[in-house]
C-alpha cells in the first residue's frame, strides 16, 4: 500500500501528515516530533516502521529552515562577487538593530566574511549597455583565491544585472566549470525587483551563505526517505534541483505559509499560532515581494504575513516601565521554556502553560516537567512580591494579568494590520489564544500539510 | 500594580501609534504621553507642534492642523508636521479636543545657501487642514498651487491625515477606559519621572562642560550637571549664530536625545521624563535663534554638532558615560538636471568610540529616516553614475578602540549639471578621548574632467560639465584610549 507524506520542518519541532492512499480518514495519521528528543530522520523512521510503510509515492517537504539559518547566523563559509568600487555596499546599508538612539548603533553579523566580498572590474549601465565585459583572467585569479580559501559556494552580485545579466551569466559559467555552486543576483529575483539593488543582492547572497548548512540538514531527511521513495518535493520543486543549485533555497522558505495563505485567507484574516512562530495574514494583500531580515529587505516573494511583537518564546524581563515586562527577544526550544523543565527564563509560552486551555495539544503537553512547573510558579510568586506595593498580587493572578496583557497587544497589533474585528486562528496553541483573541478557530491544525498532499477523501 | 498599569499604557500607545513614524501623543494641556522620533530636532519640537497649534487653534476633536514652520515647533521646512485633535466629550455642540497627536512626515529637502527660512523652502505656519474631519478645501487648494510645493506635497500630506483619522478613531474608544484617566495617566508620568530619576542618581555627580567651536566667532558652550536626580544643561556663553542657528526645542530635543542615547537603556522620552531635565538656552545665541534664520545646517549638522558638544561635557562627569565625537557633517548635497529635476545626497558618518567598543561605521547615528538609497534607482532616473561608494579608510580616529569610518562615495555626471551643497564643518575634527585621536573631518572634491581637482569650501554652488566627478568623504569618529592600548586581534 503506497503513501502520500507532508512534512513541515520548524527550527525544534515537525508535523508529520501520513496519509494511507485509497484508505479514507482513518488512514490519515499525524504526528509531532520534538528534535531535542529525537533527530527528525531518526523520528521518520521510526514512524514509518509504526506505520508499516512500504513505499512513499510522494513526500513532500516544507521548512523554514533557510531563513532560520540566515536570521540566527548559522550559515557555511561563503564569498560574494560584486561589481568593483561597492564591496561594501551590502553591509554599509545594512539597518540599524535598535531603533533608538543610542552610543553603540549595531547591526546584524554580515554573514560573509569581508575578505571574501570581492570586487570584480565589471559595468553594466543603467540602461543595460556593457560598459566594461568581465575579464575571465581577473576571474581565474579570483577563483584561485577562493580555492586558497576552501570555498565552495559564491554569490554573484553585479549592478544592472536585472536589466543585463551578461556579465552575471558567464561569471556564473566560469565559476561553475570549476566546481563552485553559484548563485546569481538576477536568478534570485523575480524581474518586479528591479528598482532597487540590494534585495537581489541578498538573495543571492543569503542562498549562498545557507547553502551548505541547509542541505547538511536536508541531506539528512532525504536519507531516511530514500528507501521509501524517490519522489521528495520541497513545496513544489524536486528536492534535486534545489540541492543542486538551480533554485535558490530561499525561493522554497515560505511554502507553508504560502498554502494557509492560498487556501485560507482569501476574504479574512488568519493567525498562525505556532510553537515558534506567530504570524498574523490579513486577506486583502496577498503577496509581498521582499522579506524583511535583519540585514534588509531580501527578494523572496511569499505570501504576506506580519510576526506579531508577542511570540511563543519571547521571554520576560525588565524593561523602564516595568520589572517584568515582554523582551524584544526570545529564546528557542533549546533549553526552553520553563515548563520544560530546562529552561530558566519565563517566556509566553509559560504563561501560556499555566492556563487550563492548553491542556491537551498534540506533542506539547507531555514535555511539561513537574520541576519545571514548580520553578515556573515560585518565579510568578517572586515577580507578584516585587510588583505588589498597594494592592496583593499572588503569583497565578500575575500570570494571568501577562497573559491578558499579551493578548490585547496581540489584538491592538492586528488591527493595525486588519480591520475587522473577527479572524480566523489555527495551529497549535490556537486552542488556548483563540477566545481571548474573539478568533474563530480552526480546529485542525494539520490542516495545510492535509491541503498540500491533497489526496480524494481527506479533506 | 502601578509599574504593571505603566507596562500596559506603553505597550497601548506602541501598537496603537505603530502605523506613523514620527509622532507624539500629548494630553490637551500638554503633558508628552507618548514619542517617537527619527531624528534628535524630533525630540523638542514633535510636541512643540502640537502646543503651538493647540494654543493658537484650541483643537477640537477631528480638527487637524498642518505646519512645516520652524519656528512654529517644527524642524525644517521640508518635513511637515501635522496634529490632530482627539476628544469623546460634547458639550453646548462643541467636542474639545481632549489629546493631541502629532505626526510628522518626511520628505526630501532641498540643499542651497539660503540667508532665510523662507529661501529654504514652503514655510506654512499651523493652519487648519481639516475642521471636524471635514477637509479646509480652500487652503488645500492655496498649498497645491503655492509655487514652492513640491510634487505631491499635498497627496503627501492627505495620505498622512487619512492614517491620523484611523489612529484617532482607534485612540477615542480607549480614552474612556480607566486605565487612560487623568488619575492614571498621572500615575503613569509620575512612575516615569521616579525610575528615570533612579536612573540618573546611579550616574556620578558633578559639573561637566565643553566648548566646541563651529568657526572663529562661533562656538557652542554647555555646561553639563548631575545633581539629586535631575541634569541640568546651561548653553550659556554659546555665542550668536553667524552660519548655524537653530530654535531652542531643537536644542532641547538634541540635548536630552543625547543624555538618553548615552545611558544605554530603552528610555521612553515623556513629561515624567523630562521633569528631571532642565536646560538653558539664551534668547539669540545660536542654540536659540530668532525668525528669520534659516534653519536647515543648523537643524542637522549643527544638532549632531550640539549632542558631540552635550555627550562630551557628560563624559566628563562620568567616565562611564565616556563617548568620543562622532561624525556630525552628512555632506548635504543637491545636483540639479537641466529637465529641473534634482536629487539629494546626504552621508551616513563614523560614530565615535565608547569606553567598551569601537565606533561603527557609516551610519547616520542621530538619524532615522526612510530615504531611498538605491544606487541603481538613482542611475535610471538621474543621468548621473556612481563609480564607487564604500567606507572611507583611516577616517575613524586611532585609539585603544578606533573611531567608526565615514564614507567615499564618487560620483560621475552624465550631462551638464549645477550642483549646490550646505554642510557644517567645525573648528576642530571629531574628537577622540581618554587618548583616542580624532576622525577626519568631512570633505567635498570635484575631479574636473580636464584633469584638475577642487576641494570644496562648506557652502556653495557650481556648474559641473559631464564627466566631471565629485568624491565626498563623510567624517569619521574619534577614537577611545591610547592607540597603544589596542587589544591585540
Known amino acids: 500500500m503506497s503513501w502520500s507524506i507532508g512534512l513541515h520542518f520548524g527550527e525544534h519541532f515537525a508535523d508529520v501528515v501520513a496519509h494511507q492512499k485509497d484508505a479514507i480518514e482513518q488512514g490519515l495519521h499525524k504526528r509531532r516530533i520534538f528534535y531535542s528528543q529525537m533527530s527528525p530522520e531518526s523520528a521518520l523512521t521510526q514512524l514509518f516502521a509504526d506505520l508499516k510503510v512500504d513505499t512513499i509515492s510522494k513526500a513532500t517537504i516544507f521548512t523554514n529552515w533557510p531563513l532560520r539559518i540566515a536570521s540566527s547566523n548559522l550559515g557555511g563559509s561563503a564569498a560574494m562577487l560584486m561589481t568593483a568600487g561597492f564591496e561594501n555596499w551590502l553591509e554599509m546599508s545594512a539597518p540599524i538593530v535598535r ?131 524517490t519522489e521528495i ?17 530561499l525561493k522554497t522558505t515560505h511554502g507553508y505559509y504560502d498554502i494557509l495563505a492560498d487556501n485560507l485567507t482569501r476574504t479574512s484574516g488568519l493567525l498562525y499560532a505556532g510553537l515558534e512562530e506567530f504570524a498574523f495574514f490579513p486577506g486583502y494583500e496577498k503577496r509581498n515581494k521582499t522579506w524583511p531580515s535583519p540585514y534588509g529587505p531580501v527578494a523572496i516573494p511569499h505570501a504576506t504575513h506580519h510576526l506579531t511583537r508577542i511570540q511563543p518564546l519571547i521571554t520576560l524581563g525588565s524593561n523602564f516601565h516595568s520589572p517584568i515586562a515582554f523582551d524584544e527577544d526570545g529564546l528557542t526550544y533549546d533549553p526552553g521554556p520553563m515548563v520544560f523543565g530546562r529552561g530558566l527564563t519565563p517566556t509566553f509560552f509559560d504563561i501560556l502553560a499555566l492556563q487550563s486551555d492548553l491542556v491537551p495539544t498534540l506533542g506539547i503537553t507531555e514535555k511539561f516537567s513537574d520541576r519545571g512547573r514548580s520553578r ?48 480566523q486562528i489555527i495551529g497549535p496553541l490556537a486552542n488556548v489564544l483563540a477566545k481571548p483573541l474573539q478568533a474563530e478557530i480552526i480546529d485542525d491544525e494539520f490542516l495545510p500539510l492535509k491541503l498540500a498532499i491533497r489526496e480524494k477523501g481527506i479533506i | ?116 527660512i523662507d529661501e529654504e523652502g514652503l514655510r506654512i505656519p499651523p493652519t487648519p487642514f481639516y475642521i ?179 555627550t562630551l561635557a557628560l563624559g566628563r562627569i562620568d567616565q562611564k558615560l565616556a563617548w568620543a565625537a562622532s561624525g556630525w557633517s552628512h555632506c548635504a548635497m543637491e545636483i540639479r538636471f537641466q529637465n529641473g529635476r534634482h536629487v539629494g545626497i546626504w552621508m551616513p558618518v563614523g560614530t565615535g568610540a565608547t569606553r567598551k567598543a569601537p565606533g561603527i561605521d557609516c551610519v547616520h547615528i542621530w538619524r532615522r529616516l526612510a530615504l531611498p538609497d538605491s544606487i541603481e534607482d538613482g542611475e535610471k532616473q538621474f543621468p548621473v553614475q556612481v563609480t564607487h561608494i564604500g567606507f572611507r579608510s583611516n577616517s575613524g580616529g586611532p585609539g585603544k578602540y578606533a573611531g567608526g569610518r565615514g564614507v567615499a562615495a564618487t560620483v560621475k555626471m552624465i550631462e551638464d549639471v549645477e550642483i549646490a551643497w550646505n554642510y557644517l564643518d567645525a573648528l576642530h575634527k571629531p574628537e577622540g578621548v581618554a587618548g583616542g585621536k580624532s576622525g577626519q573631518g568631512p570633505e567635498i572634491v570635484i575631479h574636473s574632467i580636464d584633469g584638475t581637482k577642487t576641494s570644496l569650501p562648506t557652502r556653495g554652488r557650481q556648474k559641473l560639465r559631464r564627466g566631471d566627478m565629485i568624491t565626498i568623504l563623510s567624517p569619521g569618529g574619534g577614537g577611545y584610549g591610547a592607540p597603544e592600548e589596542q587589544p591585540t586581534q
Open chain 1, 233 to 249: 518535493f520541497l513545496g513544489q520543486h524536486p528536492i534535486k534541483e534545489i540541492i543542486d543549485g538551480h533554485i535558490s533555497p
Open chain 2, 132 to 310: 471636524r474631519g471635514e477637509p479646509n478645501v480652500a487652503i488645500i487648494e492655496a498649498l497645491r498651487s503655492h509655487p514652492l510645493a513640491t510634487k505631491n506635497f499635498v497627496e503627501e500630506l492627505e495620505a498622512e491625515a487619512k492614517k491620523l483619522k484611523l489612529v484617532r478613531e482607534r485612540v477615542k474608544l480607549e480614552i474612556t477606559k480607566e486605565y487612560m484617566s487623568r488619575t492614571a495617566l498621572r500615575q503613569f508620568l509620575s512612575e516615569s519621572g521616579k525610575e528615570f530619576g533612579r536612573i540618573i542618581d546611579e550616574l556620578s555627580v558633578g559639573v561637566g562642560t565643553y566648548e566646541l567651536g563651529i568657526s572663529p566667532n562661533e562656538t557652542i558652550k554647555v555646561r553639563a550637571e548631575i545633581h539629586e536626580g535631575q541634569v541640568f544643561f546651561d548653553f550659556t556663553g554659546t555665542t550668536a549664530g553667524q552660519n548655524v542657528f537653530m530654535t531652542d526645542s531643537a536644542t532641547m530635543g538634541a540635548a536630552v536625545g543625547a543624555l538618553i542615547s548615552m545611558l544605554g537603556k530603552s528610555i521612553p522620552i515623556n513629561s515624567g521624563v523630562l521633569s528631571k531635565i532642565d536646560i538653558k538656552s539664551p534668547k539669540g545665541s545660536l542654540v536659540n535663534s530668532a525668525f528669520p534664520r534659516p534653519l536647515y545646517v543648523g537643524h542637522t549638522d549643527g544638532l549632531s554638532l550640539l549632542a558631540n558638544a552635550v
Open chain 1, 376 to 423: 515556573l510558579a515560585e518565579q510568578f510568586s517572586a515577580y507578584s512580591r516585587t510588583l505588589s506595593d498597594d494592592s496583593r498580587l499572588s503569583g497565578p493572578d500575575l500570570a494571568t494579568l501577562l497573559f491578558n496583557m499579551a493578548t490585547e497587544m496581540m489584538t491592538d497589533e492586528i488591527r493595525n494590520w486588519y480591520l475587522p474585528n473577527r479572524f
Open chain 2, 1 to 116: 500594580m502601578k509599574r504593571l498599569n505603566s507596562l500596559r499604557l506603553a505597550e497601548k500607545w506602541r501598537s496603537l501609534f505603530e502605523p506613523l513614524r514620527r509622532t507624539a501623543f500629548l494630553t490637551s494641556d500638554f503633558e508628552l504621553l507618548y514619542l517617537k522620533t527619527e531624528s534628535l530636532a524630533d525630540v523638542g519640537t514633535l510636541p512643540q507642534c502640537a502646543e503651538v497649534s493647540q494654543k493658537y487653534m484650541q483643537l477640537q476633536d477631528g480638527d487637524i492642523i498642518v505646519t512645516s514652520d520652524p519656528y512654529s515647533g517644527g524642524t525644517v521646512v521640508s518635513s511637515p508636521t501635522l496634529v490632530i485633535g482627539i476628544g469623546n466629550r460634547t458639550q453646548k455642540g462643541v467636542t474639545a479636543a481632549e489629546f493631541l497627536l502629532a505626526s510628522r512626515i518626511t520628505s526630501l529637502p532641498r540643499i542651497n545657501d539660503a540667508k532665510t
Open chain 1, 99 to 229: 531603533r533608538e538612539f543610542n552610543s553603540s548603533p549595531s547591526r546584524h553579523e554580515m554573514p560573509i566574511d569581508r575578505e571574501l566580498i570581492l570586487g570584480v572590474s565589471e559595468r553594466i549601465n543603467a540602461e543595460g549597455h556593457i560598459e566594461k565585459l568581465v575579464d575571465e583572467a581577473e576571474l581565474e585569479f579570483l577563483a584561485a583565491k577562493l580555492e586558497m580559501h576552501k570555498i565552495k559556494t559564491l554569490a554573484v552580485c553585479f549592478m544592472h544585472s536585472a536589466k543585463n545579466n551578461e556579465n552575471e551569466k558567464r561569471a556564473k559559467a566560469y565559476f561553475e566549470g570549476k566546481g563552485f555552486r553559484v548563485y546569481v543576483s538576477s536568478r534570485c529575483s523575480p524581474l518586479e525587483h528591479q528598482s532597487d539593488e540590494k534585495p537581489r543582492f541578498w538573495a543571492a547572497t543569503l542562498s549562498a551563505y545557507v547553502a551548505e548548512t541547509f542541505f547538511s540538514r536536508l541531506k539528512k531527511v532525504q536519507d531516511a526517505l530514500a528507501p521509501y521513495t
